[in-house]
C-alpha cells in the first residue's frame, strides 16, 4: 500500500487509447414549450379565483380545463407515464396532441398539479385553433417506409444499407396509426420501426413517418415527409438525451430544493461522449468514463456486479425518492444515480477549471490529450462498510480510486443517506484533486504530513462551500457543513467571515480542538472562505457554479469560479508536503500566471484577515505558529484595506 492513501470526512483512515468520436448528426430545430411558472399560476388564480377547478375534481380533470383554456380546440391525449410524486404529492400529467386520430408528435403539454387541485405549473408546445394538416390519405398516397428510410440515409448520412429491407405491418400505437416493422436493414442493433404521425413544423404540420433506428452510437428518432422522401421535417438522437431526477448541482443538500429532472448535464468538452460511453463501450446504466456508480450493502471490495440502476436505451434516470423514509433501500436508485450525477459534474468542472488528462484525472479512457485512463472513480452508495462518514482512496495516475458513501443516523432517530449530501461528495472527490495535483499525477503520497493532509481536508470543504453559494449570498452567509446530514454539522465553527462566527487563526492551527487533520483543514477553509469572498465582491456573482471564460483566456469569470480555479492551480505548483505558508504563496503565483496578479490583494487581504499575513512564521516542523497580519505594500492602499478589514 505504498502508494495508496484513504482519506475520510471525519477521521483520517487507514493508508490504504484511442477513441472514435460520436458521430453527431444534423438534428433540423423544433419549436419548444412554453413554460408558465408558479408564480404566473398563482397570479392567474388572483385574478380568476376558480380557473384552476374546484378540488372536487382529479387532478385530471383539473389539468384538462387548463389545456382547454390555453390551447382552444386542442384534442390531447393522455399519457400513461403520468404519476404522482412521493416527495411532494403533485399530479405529473403528460400530454400529446393528437389529431384524425393520429399523435402529433411534437405538441405536448405537462400539467403540474399540486395536492391541493391548484396547479403548480405547465408547459405547452400544443398548436391553437384549427390546425393546417393533410388529411389521413390512403397509404398508396405515401411513400413507403423503405423510402422514407433512404431520405434519411441520403440527407443526414446514416451508415445503413436497405437494398434487402421490406417493411412488415406492425400493431398501430394510436388509433388511426400506421405502423411498420423494417427488416433486412443492415447496420442497426435492432430492426427500425416506422410509425405514421404528423409533425408540427412551425407554419402547419406534416405527415410524416417517425423512424426508430438504434445506430448503437446514435438511437434516432428521424421523421420524415411521408409524401417527400428528401423533406427530412425533424430528428432525435436518444442517446444524448440522458435525464436525471436528481438535486442540481449548486443545491447543498434537499434542505435547498425538490428534485428536478436535469436533461443532458454532462459538458460536451470535457465529456464529449456523455456520461456513460467510455471508448467503445455504452452502458446504459450508471457507468460511464468518469464514474461507475453502484450500491454496496455488503460493504466489501468487489463492486464490478453491484446493483446499478439501469436509464435504458434513452437514459432515463427518473427514480422514485422518498428522502423521509428510513428504508433507505426504498430508494437506492435515486441514491445511486444523485451520486453519479453530483461525481459527473464535479468531474466536469474540475476539468473545465484546468484538472485535465494530462493532470491525472479520473477517466476511464483519456479523450486523446494525455494522462493513463483506467482510473475512473469507483462511486459506492449506500456502502455498508461503515457510517456517518465517507471516505476516498485514491492512488496514481491509471488506477481507479474508490470513493465510499455512507448512511448516517446522528442526525436525531433520522437515517440520511450521504450520497444526497453533495458537499460530502465534493469533499471526497477533491481528496483525489489535491492528491493527483500535488507533487505530480503519478505520486499521491504528498499530503500524509499533519499540516499538509489538514489543507487536504480544508480542500474538500473550500470546494463544497463554493458549489453552494446561492445568488443572495454574501459575506456574511455562513455555512454549516453536512447540516442536514449529521443534524448539527461536523466541523467546530461554521464557516463565515465574521471573526465572532468563526476565530480561527493561523496560530489556532495545534492548539487545543485544533491537531487533528479536519479541524486544521477548517482552519485553511476558512482562509480560502474570506478569499473567494474577497473575489465575489470584486468580479460579481455568476450563478452557474460551472465557469465561464473571459474571452480568449482561461479566467473564469464569477468570483467563486475564479477562487476556485487559483486554488486548483496552486495545488499544481505547491511542493509535496506543502504547508500553509507555501500552499499560501502558490495560490499568490497562481493568481500571477493566470492573470498578471491581478487579484494579489484579494489574496493577501483574506490570508491576512486570517493571520497569514507575509511575516507569517511557523517555529520548526510542529512548532507555534506566529499570526502576522500584514499585507504587501502595494496592498495597503486605503481601497484595498478595506477589503482586508471588512466585516
Ligand atoms: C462479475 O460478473 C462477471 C460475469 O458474470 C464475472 O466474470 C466476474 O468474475 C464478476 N466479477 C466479480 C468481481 O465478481
Ligand atoms: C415518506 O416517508 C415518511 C416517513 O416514513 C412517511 O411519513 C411519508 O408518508 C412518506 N411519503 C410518501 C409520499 O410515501
Ligand atoms: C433574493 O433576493 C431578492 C431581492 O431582494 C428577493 O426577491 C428573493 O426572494 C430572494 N431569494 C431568496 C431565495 O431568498
Ligand atoms: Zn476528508
Known amino acids: 500500500m505504498r502508494f495508496s492513501t484513504a482519506f475520510s470526512l471525519v477521521c483520517l483512515a487507514v493508508s490504504v487509447s484511442a477513441h472514435a468520436e460520436r458521430k453527431s448528426y444534423a438534428i433540423p430545430e423544433t419549436q419548444h414549450g412554453v413554460y408558465l411558472n408558479s408564480q404566473q399560476h398563482e397570479r392567474a388564480r388572483r385574478l380568476r379565483p376558480r380557473a384552476d377547478g374546484d378540488a372536487a375534481s382529479g387532478p385530471e380533470e383539473i389539468a384538462l380545463q387548463h389545456l382547454k383554456e390555453i390551447a382552444p380546440g386542442a384534442e390531447v391525449r393522455l399519457r400513461p407515464d403520468q404519476y404522482t410524486d412521493e416527495d411532494t404529492g403533485v399530479w405529473h400529467g403528460y400530454y400529446t396532441q393528437t389529431l384524425n386520430g393520429l399523435d402529433i408528435e411534437n405538441a405536448q403539454a405537462n400539467v403540474n398539479v399540486n395536492k391541493d387541485g391548484t396547479i403548480l405549473s405547465s408547459g405547452s408546445s400544443l398548436l391553437k385553433g384549427k390546425v393546417d394538416a393533410p388529411p389521413i390519405v390512403k397509404r398508396a398516397d405515401l411513400i413507403d417506409p423503405i423510402e422514407a428510410l433512404k431520405g434519411a440515409i441520403a440527407k443526414l448520412g446514416y451508415p445503413l444499407n436497405v437494398e434487402n429491407a421490406e417493411a412488415v405491418p406492425e400493431q398501430s400505437l394510436t388509433g388511426n396509426g400506421q405502423a411498420y416493422v423494417l427488416v433486412g436493414v443492415e447496420g442497426v442493433q435492432e430492426e427500425p420501426r416506422a410509425d405514421l404521425v404528423y409533425y408540427a413544423t412551425g407554419t402547419g404540420v ?42 442540481p448541482f449548486g443545491f447543498n443538500d434537499p434542505t435547498d430544493g425538490e428534485r428536478v429532472l436535469v436533461t443532458d448535464p454532462a459538458n460536451s468538452k470535457t465529456s464529449p461522449n456523455g456520461w456513460h460511453t467510455a471508448g467503445d463501450v455504452t452502458y446504459t446504466d450508471t457507468r460511464g468514463n468518469n464514474g461507475w456508480a453502484q450500491e454496496n450493502w455488503d460493504g466489501g471490495s468487489d463492486f464490478e456486479n453491484n446493483t446499478r440502476p439501469d436509464g435504458g436505451k434513452g437514459l432515463d434516470f427518473d427514480f422514485p425518492c422518498n428522502i423521509s423514509s428510513q428504508d433507505s433501500r426504498s430508494y437506492t436508485d435515486a441514491a445511486i444515480t444523485q451520486l453519479f450525477y453530483t461525481s459527473n459534474m464535479f468531474h466536469d468542472l474540475l476539468e473545465l477549471l484546468g484538472f485535465t488528462e494530462a493532470a491525472g484525472n479520473f477517466e476511464e479512457v483519456n479523450t486523446g490529450s494525455g494522462g493513463i485512463g483506467g482510473d475512473a472513480v469507483q462511486l459506492n452508495a449506500q456502502d455498508g462498510s461503515g457510517f456517518n462518514n465517507a471516505n476516498f482512496l485514491t492512488r496514481p495516475d491509471g488506477i481507479r480510486p474508490r470513493m465510499r ?138 450563478r452557474d457554479a460551472m465557469p465561464t471564460f473571459k474571452q480568449g483566456s482561461s479566467i473564469p469569470v464569477g468570483g467563486r469560479q ?86
Not at 436525531?412 to 444526497?420: A, K, N, Y
Not at 504547508?579 to 489574496?603: H, M, P, Q, Y
Open 206 to 247: 406534416k405527415i410524416a413517418w417517425r423512424l426508430e433506428t438504434d445506430l448503437d452510437e446514435s438511437y434516432m428518432i428521424t421523421y420524415i415527409n411521408a409524401k417527400d422522401a428528401a423533406d427530412v421535417v425533424g430528428a432525435i438522437d436518444y442517446v444524448s438525451d440522458a435525464q436525471y431526477n436528481v438535486y
Open 405 to 542: 458513501m455512507y448512511l448516517w443516523n446522528t442526525a436525531g432517530s433520522i437515517l440520511r443517506d450521504g450520497d444526497f449530501d453533495a458537499l460530502i461528495v465534493i469533499h471526497e472527490y477533491t481528496h483525489g484533486l489535491s492528491n493527483r495535483l500535488t507533487g505530480g499525477p503519478s505520486t499521491t503520497s504528498c499530503l500524509t504530513t499533519l499540516e499538509a493532509g489538514g489543507m487536504g481536508e480544508g480542500w474538500g470543504d473550500f470546494f463544497g462551500n463554493a458549489i453552494r453559494v446561492k445568488p443572495n449570498d454574501t459575506r456574511s452567509t455562513d455555512y454549516v457543513l453536512a447540516g442536514w446530514t449529521n443534524g448539527k454539522g461536523i466541523r467546530t465553527y461554521p464557516y463565515s467571515t465574521s471573526l465572532l462566527t468563526n476565530p480561527t487563526l493561523y496560530s489556532t492551527v495545534g492548539t487545543t480542538g485544533f491537531t487533528a487533520v479536519h479541524s486544521i483543514g477548517s482552519i485553511w477553509a476558512t482562509m480560502l472562505n474570506e478569499i473567494m469572498w474577497n473575489l465575489e465582491e470584486k468580479h460579481g456573482y455568476q
Open 562 to 647: 475564479l477562487a476556485m480555479k487559483l486554488v486548483l492551480e496552486g495545488m499544481k505548483l505547491q511542493p509535496c508536503r506543502p504547508t500553509f505558508l507555501s500552499a499560501r504563496d502558490a495560490i499568490v503565483d497562481a493568481d500571477k500566471a493566470l492573470t498578471g496578479g491581478e487579484n494579489e490583494c484579494e489574496i493577501w487581504a483574506g490570508f491576512a484577515k486570517r493571520g497569514l499575513g507575509i511575516n507569517a512564521a511557523a517555529e520548526g516542523v510542529t512548532g507555534l505558529r506566529i499570526d502576522d497580519f500584514t499585507v504587501p505594500e502595494q496592498c495597503k492602499s486605503n481601497r484595498k484595506r478595506g477589503v482586508l478589514f471588512r466585516a
